[in-house]
């Protein structure tokens, strides 16, 4: 469950697949009532039937926090995220559509401030279950390297 | 509520500002319950005190999730976000935090493929209580220009 | 749980008081997040702390439908309410509020269309730890007379 | 999204209408989670198709509350309201069922105890996706007149 | 609601069945965000229907949770469960699925260690709609002695 | 994620331990939202207050779902437990305590029905922030020996 590794133990190509996970019609009311977007393209299932799209849509942020949420399962739990870039919403999740991610490491480089860090580039491809890709991002992350090596705080 | 508004609308340096919204317990747990991240960094407080953040933490895709949905208020319901850039968490957001949401309109340019199109980016900020940036990021959306107007499909 | 009862049964002056709940920083997140109500009164502690309420306000509607709800616990499983007469917000709920409800029957008179029925008022009363009563309502529900008398079809 | 409207800038007559939002499982399984009302007409499937009913129903303080909830969007901030009156359920709600809701300013009239007010009340009509009313009542609102305008503290 | 009832007034062979109550994909949805327990087996309808199972199962504390909530309604509120034998998931819950409880008192016995008290031992059956018990297990529960007979300090 | 693992290849003594999580007012909320069990012990603050204990009391069934949860996040995910045996509330748990969840294989022994599998039984212990047992039970888990080796049918 915690796994500490450096920025050296990090290889560019390295994929990690989730399990998958179906959208259900609660996760989309839920995260209306979390987040307050109630637009009818979420909620209002006769209107969304008159719409091109036919059926109510996952909010993108939605689809965006589950997936992300789904590659925290094994990774460093001291590696805090510090942004995504590139989100992009590439087809439309409905009620019903089962996602799967994968994480693949697409980069590596110096750390533009620190020294005994370098930034490890994860892209993440999250997919329904015809194999589509539905929404896409990076996921620069700062890691350590080895040679600054000190034991990690975390829970025991 | 519903706003036809074309690119020719939006000028840039508007700018506008949503109501506060305190982030609760109840958010991260309902959050973390969402997306299935019960890092201890949101759910044990103990383990959280003996860190050098002192307490739980707002997961970042909520603060996200919380602060794009507080922007949706008032915007056309036709405009379906195709993205976000740049989605950068600068400050910790703790539970009893209040945050506030400035969405500026900084950009205007043509649409890379459509040319009755143009993209309009808004630089997304979300601030807390004490006027500290937490999050920022980008929002390109492709608007319709109004030559090539026509009616909106959008709930009477 | 299940209690038949028919017109004659209900005695005016009759009065029965639930237990006590005590209204969370939950319920109200919860309730914002199933009515789509995030107004600053119920969900920004900063900007409450500056007027003269001074902190978040549980919903009209949340009081309402909880304390309703507390009553449902003894009453006849058939009688499904027609509605509620002067709902009244009496005083503020806030967060950390315990609520109690006493329903007492203040009235009792002829249906206005059906011969077999009638029709039992109750009065609806909530009240805070102090004693305060914080909502009132009244509920008229019709009740069958005995001579109607036949087997009531409930889960056995 | 605030609109400072004062007594005199209420017309009778005038009406609004939501968007829809469609009445999910995850509404009902959550209002019975908030008010403790787990009778078998909204939880139990089989008896539900046992009775004339044939199917799950929507709590009447659900539909009341969500109902309310979608009105809230576009009214001024600073009224609040002291309560309702006559709340009818009409028809059944079914889960799946959509509805909308329509408010229109019926009344207008002196308030019976400040010089400064008067009282607006609007006429709230909740209906479903096939045009039917489901739940009807009556919203007084004291508003304050012009003349002793003052400016209104709303979070900016 | 609250019903004071010592050793003696419990018979073995007294039995009480409760309402019914559906299974939600809520519930579900909902039991993974309490629990953490996100597995395939719960989530991921794709997956489970390459399964021999099929469909998605209901966690089996989600099933022993709500059974034992369902039995709570009439007991005395002073009877506070010290534990649970025996707990056995004779059968998969699914998504649709309706229980129903009967607790059935199989046991009486002296207390191992207080005189004043008896345990009685109750049977806990949760079946669904087709009549197939689900899950069993055995309540053992510790009761005063009506020698003993002291008020109850309840919420009155 | 996943491990392949038989019968052969548990020991006696070995031992996990999960990270800790602080059990909330949500937690408790939601809980008495998902069973119906809103006895005032669970929801009442100022009834508890004039009681022993104190405060409020995060459910019995709260505390056993929430600890099963915590250690799902590593076994097999095959492993579906049949049963729980001799679950004992040790000590209350209130709203704010953390727990943490240790799992300690106690026993091995042959399958009573089936020859190619063997019972693996652990033992859960919850304790709270002070290290006190709140929660135990066994836990016996049927598992596969590595004669009968075939390939697991899991999500890839």
Request: charged share 20%; with cysteine.
């Amino acid at each position: 469950m915690i796994q500490e590794q450096f920025y050296e133990d990090y290889e560019i190509g390295f994929s990690r697949r989730t399990f998958g996970r179906t959208i259900t019609e609660t996760d989309v009311v839920m995260h209306a009532g979390q987040t307050g977007d109630f637009f009818p393209h979420h909620m209002d299932a006769e209107w969304c039937a008159t719409q091109n799209f036919g059926q109510r849509i996952a909010h993108g942020t939605l689809v965006f926090s589950v997936g992300i949420g789904m590659t925290t399962s094994t990774i460093n739990p001291r590696a805090m995220s510090t942004g995504y870039d590139r989100v992009r919403f590439v087809k439309l999740v409905f009620i019903g559509d089962t996602i799967t991610v994968t994480a693949s490491i697409t980069e590596k480089k110096p750390h533009p401030k620190r020294e005994t860090h370098g930034v490890v580039v994860e892209r993440i491809d999250i997919a329904n279950q015809r194999g589509n890709t539905v929404l896409v991002c990076r996921s620069p992350v700062s890691r350590r390297a080895s040679q600054a090596r000190q034991r990690l705080a975390v829970p025991s």
